[in-house]
């Protein structure tokens, strides 16, 4: 079975700081991990993917994500926040056939300027 | 990637009558799926449709409330029958490509 936990169901940044969402995911099989941002009366679009290989992923936006299996997390980050990035983003992961997905609840970010 | 796009982007409906939201997609898949995002919460996956098949649906979801259509590989259509306001949600098609989900844009729907 495959689960996903967001911790923070909202947060707050000040622009120009960082951002660091969490994501930890449980997972039977070797998993592959996403983050999905979703702005505004919009739907969800792919930041960036975790599959095989180099476990640091970089999304669009300046987004990167790091695959940390011991820690079983694949934790959001953005070195410097910008009043755009202010969204809902989900975490979700999935088995390798990329049937099924399990997203998470969801992390509602503001940027305050 | 993925081109997918939905109709209508967003309707009020009356309790009681049913909309069909169509899904139309730039390039033929086998798997096209259907969630529904209720205010304030994350996705919830109704059902996934293969063509030529019909549809499978998740627990909690049945045929009768959420007919699907599957006429070809680049297109699908949802219908919410005898709607209450309880359904009142975003309904978002997706189709998977290279492991990858990709969503539409979604259907913003009131039911009063």
């Known amino acids: 079975a495959q689960s996903v936990t967001q911790l923070g169901s909202h947060v707050s940044v000040s622009e120009g700081a960082l951002v660091l969402l969490r994501c930890n995911y449980s997972?039977?099989?070797?998993?592959?991990l996403f983050w999905y941002v979703q702005y505004p009366n919009q739907g969800l679009q792919l930041l960036l993917k975790?599959?095989?290989?180099?476990?640091l992923v970089k999304g669009i936006n300046g987004f990167e994500a790091e695959f940390k299996k011991s820690e079983t997390s694949f934790h959001l980050t953005k070195p410097s926040a910008h009043m755009s990035d202010a969204a809902e983003y989900f975490c979700?992961?999935?088995?390798?056939?990329?049937?099924?997905?399990?997203f998470g609840t969801g992390t509602s970010l503001t940027v305050i300027p | 990637s993925a081109v997918i796009s939905q109709k209508p982007s967003r309707d009020i409906c009356q309790r009681g009558t049913s909309l069909t939201i169509q899904c139309q997609v730039d390039?033929?898949?086998?798997?096209m799926f259907w969630y529904r995002q209720q205010p304030g919460q994350s996705l919830t996956l109704i059902a996934t449709?293969?063509?030529?098949?019909?549809?499978?649906?998740e627990s909690g979801f049945v045929i009768d409330k959420f007919p699907i259509s599957r006429p070809n590989l680049t297109f699908s259509t949802l219908t919410v029958s005898n709607m209450s306001p309880e359904d009142s949600s975003i309904y978002l098609c997706?189709?998977?490509?290279?492991?990858?989900?990709?969503f539409g844009p979604g259907t913003r729907l009131t039911v009063l």
């Open positions: 979700a992961v999935s088995s390798n056939t990329g049937n099924q997905f399990y």
């Open positions: 997972s039977s099989v070797p998993p592959y």
């Open positions: 997706s189709v998977e490509r290279r492991d990858t989900q990709y």
């Open positions: 975790y599959t095989t290989g180099a476990t």
């Open positions: 390039s033929q898949v086998t798997m």
């Open positions: 449709a293969n063509q030529g098949s019909e549809a499978t649906y």
